[in-house]
């Protein structure tokens, strides 16, 4: 049984910052890419960030210079560093393991965890304050 298990979240201010974990198990973590959604209040299921089994990054353009993805197979677990937090950043985060729909992590989503679709973790909040 896939299992994904995300903390880290909390409450920072505006400026701080947070590392969220995601610990995997019940599938070859090595082999998988890995991903990271986030979902505010009436917004639709964002991706964040991704990160292939080679190592290859992306970035949606609202993070990009301010999170790292980066994974340690040796534990299982891919984390999100997210620096220089913004308000817009709070969201409910989620982590995924392999592309949830139809095989691309780019398909739109208005719900994160869709029912029978893809694996995902139960999710962390992150609120930033202002």
């Known amino acids: 049984e896939v299992q994904l298990e995300e903390s880290g979240g909390g409450s920072v201010q505006a400026g701080g910052s947070l590392r969220l974990s995601c610990t995997a198990s019940g599938f070859a973590f090595d082999d998988s890419d890995m991903g990271w959604y986030r979902q505010a209040p009436g917004n639709d299921c964002d991706l964040v960030s991704t990160i292939s089994n080679d190592g290859s990054t992306w970035y949606a353009d609202s993070v990009k210079g301010r999170f790292t993805i980066s994974q340690d197979n040796a534990k299982n677990t891919v984390y999100l560093q997210m620096n220089s937090l913004k308000p817009e950043d709070t969201a409910v985060y989620y982590c995924?393991?392999?592309?949830?729909?139809?095989?691309?992590?780019?398909?739109?989503?208005?719900?994160?965890?869709?029912?029978?679709?893809?694996?995902w973790g139960q999710g962390t909040q992150v609120t930033v304050s202002s």
């Open positions: 995924a393991a392999d592309p949830p729909k139809l095989g691309s992590w780019y398909l739109p989503l208005t719900i994160c965890r869709p029912p029978g679709l893809g694996n």
